[in-house]
């Protein structure tokens, strides 16, 4: 295992529904990600949080909220969203900040989301 | 604009043989070069990776080829394996402050034939 624990695993929800997607790391990192995978497509990096602050948001839609109330835990709030939205949501975790440091993420198995 | 450009798509090699991925990069701000290798049903790990001031790394079977001028990598695996059946992806990412942001290719489907 990678450290980096995802839940649920696989969610199927209806476009008017709520639903959360949840993140755990347990390596001591201070940065999480949230990335969207799509068939074909390179890995869409969505949000990163450093030291619990959001520091980056890749133009993603509202529909998308994340939330990350410590350094170990990361959150994707999910509402009224579209079938295109159907995928796979990584989550990945990396120490930052250190000079000359190996720049590894380390990636959970992901949620498999799909939107009727 | 898509960062990192990647081919093929997807790859049959006999077991034994030779496997060859390869990357393309515009932005010369880059200066980490990661390949990671992904498992179906899991996440991405990584495999090898690379920085410009070398022209090569290698890690048991895995080989990472850079070519600066050409602003190309590739990732050769040696003798391949029907367990090294999986997506490989290259990435890059640019910062002396570590762990930047990285960007991902396309994505390969290595298949590694028995």
């Known amino acids: 295992e990678t450290g980096v624990t995802q839940t649920p695993r696989h969610l199927v929800m209806g476009m008017t529904n709520k639903k959360s997607l949840k993140c755990e790391q347990h390596?001591?990192?201070?940065?999480m990600y949230w990335y969207k995978q799509s068939a074909k497509k390179p890995l869409e990096l969505m949000f990163v949080y450093n030291f619990k602050e959001q520091t980056e948001n890749n133009s993603v839609p509202s529909r998308f909220s994340p939330e990350c109330p410590n350094s170990s835990h990361l959150f994707l709030h999910l509402h009224t969203l579209q079938p295109e939205d159907s995928a796979l949501y990584l989550c990945?975790?990396?120490?930052?900040?250190?000079?000359?440091?190996?720049?590894?993420?380390?990636f959970g198995p992901g949620t498999r989301l799909t939107v009727l | 604009q898509q960062q990192v450009k990647q081919s093929p798509q997807s790859l049959i090699v006999q077991k034994g043989g030779i496997s060859i991925i390869n990357c393309a990069y515009e932005?010369?701000?880059?200066?980490?070069f990661p390949w990671y290798q992904q498992f179906p049903g899991k996440g991405p790990a990584l495999l090898i990776a690379?920085?410009?001031?070398?022209s090569e790394k290698k890690e048991g079977r895995f080989t990472i080829s850079f070519n600066k001028s050409a602003k190309q990598f590739s990732l050769h695996i040696m003798d391949s394996q029907p367990g090294d059946s999986a997506t490989y992806f290259c990435a890059a990412s640019m910062g002396e402050t570590g762990a930047n942001n990285l960007f991902f290719g396309t994505g390969t489907r290595l298949t590694v034939i028995p």
């Open positions: 390596l001591g990192h201070n940065a």
């Open positions: 990945a975790s990396s120490r930052r900040g250190l000079a000359g440091a190996q720049n590894e993420q380390f």
């Open positions: 932005n010369t701000a880059f200066d980490y």
């Open positions: 690379i920085r410009p001031d070398v």
